[in-house]
């Protein structure tokens, strides 16, 4: 007998042995006359048909309380605090907290407006998770830095502004560059491009950045070998605490004074400050440092982090 023959009368019958007497499927199978196979197949047909309708308390996945201490304590224009589980591991973090955060971050967004997009592990999993609120398209995106290296990966910023252009149904423009160049000359010969200058001016006027929070020693261009020993020296005696957007920045979140400034290609600093929204996406708690840098020189307004991640926040501030 095809599945879609059997009576509501039988499928009400198995959902009651199973849902509300709580038999084992084996009892459940025995006492219907089907096969223990069949009985997880007509459990799944009494769903669909309506039989059987599964509710589930609501559940809340921020933390108000510390939303409100950071957005009052360290003067965030918004603040989402996710509660995850203890133990997990950094990849299920990131899972976790995007997972919870990403309709929150959708609507941050400027639904016709031009928004900046940086890479990064976390952002990966944010755009994964996120779909564009009802009428919302349109949207602008441009790659906020250059990029990393020749082999463009899953959480670069060409691959996620390209998903999250998509999804909103909107346009993407592509900075096509390195993010970090040879020598200041280099940079300065593409930036007089057309192609690449346009994309700039667009970073210039844009009304939201979305953008992760690195480390010196746990950022992206250490990780992909684009950042010489020289170079780490060199940022370590001027101070640094933070990288947004390939850039570096000190502990009150002005750029490093260092002659890797003058080979970056990204979003400026003033573009994060002058724009309406600038949301940092971070989890884990090894960033807080670099994080209030950020937020003292003004480089971000809203944040989106874990609960663990918060407290580490508020302890250090």
């Known amino acids: 007998m095809a599945e879609d023959q059997y009576s509501d009368e039988m499928l009400l019958q198995i959902a009651r042995l199973y849902y509300v007497d709580g038999l084992p499927q084996t009892n459940v199978a025995r006492l219907a006359n089907v096969s223990q196979a069949k009985v997880s197949r007509l459990l799944a047909k009494a769903r669909e048909r309506g039989i059987v309708r599964i509710t589930v308390a609501e559940y809340n996945p ?41 309709p929150w971050v959708a609507r941050w967004l400027p ?10 592990r976390t952002m990966q999993w944010l755009i994964h998770n996120m779909t564009a609120p009802p009428g919302a398209e349109g949207m602008t995106v441009v790659q906020a830095m250059g990029n990393i290296d020749a082999s463009v990966g899953p959480y670069d910023a060409l691959e996620l502004g390209r998903v999250l252009a998509k999804r909103w149904c909107g346009r993407f423009f592509i900075l096509n560059t390195p993010a970090l160049l040879p020598d200041a000359k280099t940079r300065r010969t593409l930036l007089g491009l057309e192609s690449v200058c346009s994309v700039v001016e667009r970073l210039h006027g844009a009304e939201a950045a979305l953008v992760g929070v690195g480390t010196l020693h746990n950022s992206v261009f250490m990780e992909r070998g684009v950042l010489t020993d020289k ?43 002058h724009a309406e929204e600038s949301i940092a996406v971070v989890s884990g708690s090894d960033r807080t440092e670099a994080i209030l840098g950020a937020l003292r020189g003004g480089l971000i307004k809203s944040l989106v982090i874990d609960r663990a991640g918060a407290v580490a926040l508020l302890e250090a501030n």
């Open 62 to 102: 921020r933390d108000h309380e510390l939303e409100i201490e950071l957005e009052s304590r360290l003067g965030l224009r918004q603040a989402v605090v996710v509660k995850t589980a203890k133990g997990l591991n950094a990849v299920e973090l990131r899972q976790s907290l995007t997972h919870f955060a990403a």
């Open 111 to 120: 639904p016709h407006g031009t928004v900046a997009i940086a890479g990064g």
């Open 231 to 273: 170079d780490t020296e060199r940022l370590t005696k001027a101070g640094a605490v933070g990288e947004i957007c390939g850039r570096f920045y000190n502990r009150n979140g002005d750029e490093c004074q260092t002659p890797y400034r003058e080979r970056v290609i990204s979003i400026e600093f003033d573009d994060l400050r």
